[in-house]
């Protein structure tokens, strides 16, 4: 059983920056794909980042636009959020699989309990 615990939400103003993180099981990151989905109120959960782990490549859902990092460091995953908008309130959530899903599959194997982010115009 993989356990997942994200924090860093928060409230912030359109045009600022969260960094979200999601602690595990140090060896989960060499063994199981991790990603960030995100559910905004009133819509479907759907895919903001993902990280392989095999080779390290990496994944955006478009609405990202470069503004998103996702990355390991200090066995923690990470989401770096800059010029935030509106639309992007949302509960986060990390996720993790031991196959190598995409993030328009929702059906990933192990999630956390989601963090709050919320910005305001």
């Known amino acids: 059983q993989v356990q997942l615990a994200e924090s860093g939400g928060g409230s912030v103003q359109a045009g600022g920056s969260l960094t979200l993180s999601c602690t595990t099981d140090?060896?989960?990151?060499?063994?199981?794909?991790m990603a960030w989905f995100r559910q905004p109120p009133g819509k479907e959960r759907e895919g903001v980042a993902l990280?392989?782990?095999?080779?390290?490549g990496t994944y955006y859902g478009d609405f990202v636009e470069g503004r998103f990092t996702i990355f390991i460091s200090q066995n923690t995953l990470y989401l770096q959020m800059n010029n935030l908008k509106p639309d992007d309130t949302a509960m986060y959530y990390c996720?993790?699989?031991?196959?190598?899903?995409?993030?328009?599959?929702?059906?990933?194997?192990?999630w956390g309990r989601g963090t709050q982010v919320t910005v305001s115009s």
């Open positions: 996720a993790a699989d031991y196959y190598q899903k995409r993030l328009a599959d929702p059906l990933w194997a192990f």
């Open positions: 140090k060896y989960t990151y060499s063994t199981y794909q």
């Open positions: 990280i392989s782990n095999h080779g390290g």
